[in-house]
């Protein structure tokens, strides 16, 4: 099992900026990849931007150029470092820890992120 819990989410003008935190911990957690996900009301739950334990990132074409993913692995943490946020950016987001095999997929919480106009 692995355990998320993430920080950072709250209310921010448009053209701000929010980073957001997610410390794993339980069996194993260290070798997983990791992730940011969100949902917005009425939406369905989409990729923000993953990163392996080696540091290979991925974003989706809305995050790129303006979120970066990046992990410390001795503190089996993740960041999501958000910047020129847009209102269209307003949604839960979620971590995200993914194990290869035996395959599995761990969530935290949510944190709320909300950018006003």
């Known amino acids: 099992q692995v355990q998320l819990v993430e920080s950072g989410g709250g209310l921010v003008q448009a053209g701000g900026s929010l980073r957001l935190s997610c410390a794993a911990s339980?069996?194993?957690?260290?070798?997983?990849?990791m992730g940011w996900f969100r949902q917005a009301p009425g939406k369905q739950r989409e990729l923000v931007a993953t990163?392996?334990?080696?540091?290979?990132?991925n974003y989706a074409e809305s995050a790129k150029g303006r979120f970066t993913i990046s992990r410390d692995n001795d503190k089996n943490t993740v960041f999501l470092q958000m910047d020129s946020l847009k209102p269209e950016d307003t949604a839960v987001y979620y971590c995200?820890?993914?194990?290869?095999?035996?395959?599995?997929?761990?969530w935290g919480q949510g944190t709320q992120v909300t950018v006003s106009s």
């Open positions: 995200n820890s993914h194990r290869a095999w035996p395959p599995a997929d761990y």
């Open positions: 339980g069996s194993m957690a260290s070798l997983n990849a």
């Open positions: 990163i392996t334990r080696g540091g290979a990132t």
